[in-house]
């Protein structure tokens, strides 16, 4: 029997290997080996929670999809899609200080790993840029656009919650520098409720967007408040005087009048806002001072000022000067004179006042802007000093007072004495 076996033995051999030669050949012949390229390959992350859990943030630089080439017989690599590409990249074993994790590729299809085929990928690691993960909370801002209906303005927005905190790499956060909350006004009339997702934006105002990031909420609930307009007057009233030798020369607004909004009953009621002359005090004063008011803390609760709330109010205290004018008595203007009666004035046609105010003020009174007048109403023949009532171009005043003498005389005593 052994003798059987052996006999021939090197032509059974030989007898094999030829056979695997020709089954090789014929398998190549009617089914080669192929290899084929998938590309944009997404590779899937493993156990990220060894990252997650030690509070690293974690983005992939480089590798996130790749091409793999797969090799084998033609049969079945025809058959092969992309969705039958697998590749993996464990994170279980990296730390804060890794760069780069090994990238694994396999087919599968049906569930099953294709056996008789070798993929490779072209690229061989992930590189991955970790960071600590922190979180920051963020005040909410509002944001509109549009316009609201002609005569109507925004006069407040409340949002709802007034905060966001926000989770994601270090780098990331610190380049956040507003989270918004956008309302379209456009033609609105009445207030405006609702929902609006929060946007992140850096300290120029571009979105900021990365797949790090997590928000406490993704948006807010708002409360718009929409009321009529109405355009009043700011008067700023003062008291007190000077100190002695300086005079108030003039108060000069940064705006004379203010857009308030509210409902129709709310806003009817104000026809001005007045800074009262408690808060404008300039007793003493010998030099300029300013002031800034809040515009809405002379308004009710219930109205807004929805132009520029801050009043500039800039008190302008000079060094008296005086200044005499030579007055003509012609010029006096003579009210309630009997018909009966004659005037004369006696002594000189002319007299002296003395005005006090600011230097660029007197410097621009004369005699022709100045205006007199004496009430001689009830006065009979007779000689009198009347008071001289003098009325003087803004910004001076009168020192002291003036009389001049007079002499009345009966119309028909001087017809008669002359016939």
């Not at 493993?46 to 974690?58: A, G, I, P, R």
């Not at 004035?345 to 004369?366: K, M």
């Not at 000689?383 to 028909?412: E, M």
Request: contains cysteine; hydrophobic residues 35%; negative net charge.
């Amino acid at each position: 029997m052994k003798e059987k076996i052996f006999k021939n033995f090197t032509l059974k051999i030989l007898s094999i290997i030829v056979a695997m030669i020709l089954w090789t050949v014929i398998v190549n012949i009617y089914d080669p080996s192929t290899s084929y390229t998938f590309s944009n390959v997404t590779v899937t992350l493993l156990n990220t929670e060894n990252l997650t859990d030690k509070n690293y943030s974690y983005e992939v630089v480089e590798g996130s999809k790749i091409s793999v080439s797969v090799s084998g017989p033609k049969s079945i690599i025809t058959d092969i899609t992309a969705s039958d590409i697998v590749a993996t990249a464990d994170l279980s074993n990296v730390t804060a200080y890794s760069d780069y994790v090994d990238i694994k590729v396999s087919v599968v299809k049906n569930g099953s790993v294709v056996e008789g085929v070798e993929a490779t990928p072209k690229t061989t690691a992930i590189k991955l840029s970790i960071e600590n993960r922190t979180t920051t909370t963020f005040t909410l801002e509002s944001q509109t656009t549009g316009d609201v209906a002609s005569g109507y303005a925004l006069s407040n927005v409340t949002l709802s919650p007034t905060s966001v905190d926000v989770t994601g790499a270090s780098s990331v956060i610190e380049s956040i520098a507003h989270a918004v909350v956008s309302i379209d006004l456009t033609d609105a009339s009445s207030n405006l409720t609702g929902d609006s997702a929060i946007t992140l934006y850096d300290e120029d105002y571009n979105v900021v967007t990365d797949d790090t990031i997590e928000l406490s909420q993704a948006s807010a609930s708002y409360s718009a408040d929409i009321g009529k307009t109405k355009v009043v007057p700011i008067i700023v009233e003062t008291t007190g005087t000077p100190a002695t030798g300086y005079i108030l020369a003039g108060v000069t607004q940064n705006q004379s009048e203010a857009t308030i909004a509210g409902s129709s009953e709310d806003i009817e009621g104000v026809d001005a806002i007045v800074i009262p002359s408690a808060n404008l005090n300039i007793e003493g004063f010998s030099n300029n001072r300013e002031y800034k008011f809040n515009l809405s803390n002379y308004v009710s609760n219930d109205v807004t000022i929805i132009s520029d709330g801050t009043l500039i109010v800039t008190v302008d205290i000079e060094p008296q000067e005086s200044k005499v004018i030579t007055m003509d008595k012609s010029a006096i203007v003579v009210k309630g004179l009997s018909d009966d009666l004659s005037l004369t004035y006696s002594d000189s046609d002319t007299f002296d006042i003395t005005i006090t105010g600011a230097g660029e003020v007197l410097n621009s009174v004369s005699a022709s802007n100045i205006a007199m007048s004496i009430d001689l109403s009830g006065y009979q023949e007779g000689t009198y000093s009347v008071a001289v009532t003098i009325t003087l171009p803004t910004g001076c005043s009168l020192q002291g007072s003036y009389t001049v003498s007079i002499s009345l005389k009966s119309d028909t005593e001087a017809t008669t004495a002359s016939g």
